[in-house]
């Protein structure tokens, strides 16, 4: 007898030639007493056993069939097809009689009798053998789950971090037992947190591992690095080569400084974070690959300033690419403008959460990992406690503008009021709006080439004894070159470029420019003497 090993929708025979002997296998898993032949469900074979009305004579069986070859080549004579519901399930396979006589009608008759009352009892042992090893798998299955959750939530934060005039919430929910996603904050030097937010492709077992070892090395580098994009740049380095086929991780790293809002990311490939302002809901632009994609890749840096009252959303794809009933997606613009109400902290993500699961409707099968983490800085966040170490260099403002033509305009006026307590001169404060306008100008047309979605950073600082305004682009066109003193007789003549009276405008309008570059970004510093103090930094007053 053989049986049909149903995952493969094939005959597994084991063959015996003496007369007078029935020869039977177990489903999918055949002995060792007898030459196995198989009967694939396309082998012409396997149909016409099928339909066949009773034991069949392969001695005068005409077709043209591999399996009936080697059947043939086993010393199989007669074959009884065992069906049962319409589906053949096995066969009895019987070699030439010892008598070297053929099988009578009564022979025949028998043996189709059998196959008929063998034929359900057959069916039921498969099918409480197929269950019997299902339940096994599924159990082997569970146990790795169980495994794989409990360590995956040993790399979850336990606790969320209690920062001074910060409200921080988090939520996270697998689309499974053991889902893909991340969040995890560190403390860093200087009282600096570093955020972490992740997706790691596919979801269980494998993408927990690769979850954990990313968590892993994220919290190890971030002790060595002070950027977030050499962060990223160094955990890709080390996951290229220990990633699965087709798998990559999509990451956010922040570093937060709590005492001034400052927020530094580098973004890799990851979704955007929201910034809910007076103003509107913004995102934080920063690009950059998945993270174990392609060796070598660097990652672009920004930075931005949490104000008094403002939110952070940090978020994966689980949210906005959910499904309703009718197939549309949740979506960006959806999400933006649940962020602009009024909700904050924990009751914010619980709102985010109520207003997609009545959108989903309550039928909904959760299609993906969701990861939330808020940042929401007191509307009455005192100003930062001078120390020994942080009053060298005091912050009066930080702010991003968009690569589009003419917001060096709104730069210029928004330096002007942060430097309005500083005691400048009207004609100063005119000297620095001019250099300030060039510089944001040039940054805008060269290090953004005019595109609004690479941005350029401001930073407004003073030790109270000099003020520096550092203008910070991505170089798209490369480092800025020296400044060639403009001839105004030469550029007539064509020997001078038309263009280069910018720098040479700038220099003049404040007492020191400086020009830097690092990790992809190039910086422009104006430096501007308060009364009484030289460029330097020196003080006058005796």
């Not at 016409?48 to 004579?57: E, I, N, R, S, T």
Request: hydrophobic content about 40%.
């Amino acid at each position: 007898m053989s049986a049909l090993a149903r995952p493969f929708r094939r005959l597994r025979v084991r063959t015996e030639p003496d007369a007078g002997r029935v020869a039977a296998s177990a489903p999918a898993r055949p002995t060792d007493d007898g030459p196995v032949v198989d009967i694939p469900e396309t082998d012409p074979l396997f149909a016409y056993l099928q339909a066949a009305p009773g034991p069949v004579d392969l001695g005068r069986l005409e077709l043209s069939s591999v399996a009936l070859d080697e059947l043939r080549g086993a010393g199989v004579a007669l074959v009884v097809p065992l069906v049962s519901q319409g589906e053949l399930i096995g066969t009895l396979n019987l070699g030439p009689r010892l008598s070297e006589q053929d099988y009578s009608t009564d022979d025949r008759r028998l043996l189709a009798t059998l196959a008929a009352q063998a034929a359900p009892a057959i069916r039921v042992a498969q099918l409480v053998r197929e269950q019997a090893a299902e339940a096994v798998e599924r159990e082997r299955i569970q146990q790795e789950l169980r495994v794989a959750q409990l360590i995956q939530q040993q790399f979850l934060p336990r606790e969320l971090p209690k920062l001074p005039e910060w409200q921080v919430a988090a939520y996270y929910g697998p689309a499974r037992v053991v889902g893909g996603d991340f969040y995890d904050f560190m403390e860093l030097d200087d009282g600096r947190i570093g955020i972490a937010v992740g997706d790691v492709t596919d979801k269980g077992v494998p993408a927990a591992l690769v979850m954990a070892r990313t968590h892993s090395i994220l919290r190890a580098e971030a002790q060595r690095f002070d950027s977030p994009a050499a962060i990223l740049a160094r955990a890709n380095e080390l996951l290229v080569p220990e990633m699965p086929d087709r798998m990559f991780v999509t990451c956010l790293f922040a570093v937060l400084e709590p005492a001034t809002g400052r927020l530094v990311l580098a973004n890799a490939g990851h979704n955007l974070p929201y910034i809910r302002t007076a103003d509107g809901v913004v995102e934080l632009r920063a690009t950059g690959l998945p993270l174990g994609l392609l060796p070598g890749m660097t990652y672009e840096e920004v930075e931005g300033r949490i104000g008094p009252g403002q939110d952070v959303l940090l978020y994966s794809d689980g949210l906005v690419e959910a499904h309703s009933p009718e197939r549309e997606m949740y979506g960006f613009p959806r999400l933006q403008a649940a962020m602009a109400g009024e909700a904050t902290g924990q009751d914010l993500l619980d709102g985010l959460l109520d207003g997609l699961h009545a959108f989903t409707g309550s039928g909904w099968e959760q299609e993906d990992d969701i990861t939330l983490v808020t940042l929401r800085r007191s509307a009455q966040a005192e100003a930062p406690v001078l120390t020994a170490s942080s009053i060298a260099e005091r912050e009066l403002d930080a702010f991003t503008v968009e690569g589009t033509e003419g917001n060096e305009r709104a730069a210029m006026r928004r330096v002007a009021e942060a430097v309005a307590g500083l005691g400048l001169t009207p004609e100063g404060v005119e000297r620095l709006k001019t250099g300030v306008a060039e510089t944001v100008m040039n940054a805008i047309e060269y290090g953004s080439q005019n595109d609004p979605t690479v941005p350029v950073d401001v930073r407004v600082t003073t030790d109270d004894r000099v003020l520096r305004i550092r203008v910070t682009d991505r170089a798209r066109s490369g480092p800025i070159p020296d400044v060639e003193p403009p001839d105004l007789t030469a550029k007539l003549e064509g020997r001078q470029k038309p263009r280069g009276w910018g720098l040479f405008l700038i220099k003049h309008m404040v007492d020191q420019l400086d020009v830097s570059s690092a990790d992809g970004l190039q910086t422009v510093t104006l430096t501007v003497a308060l009364p009484g103090a030289t460029p330097g930094g020196a003080s006058d007053a005796q």
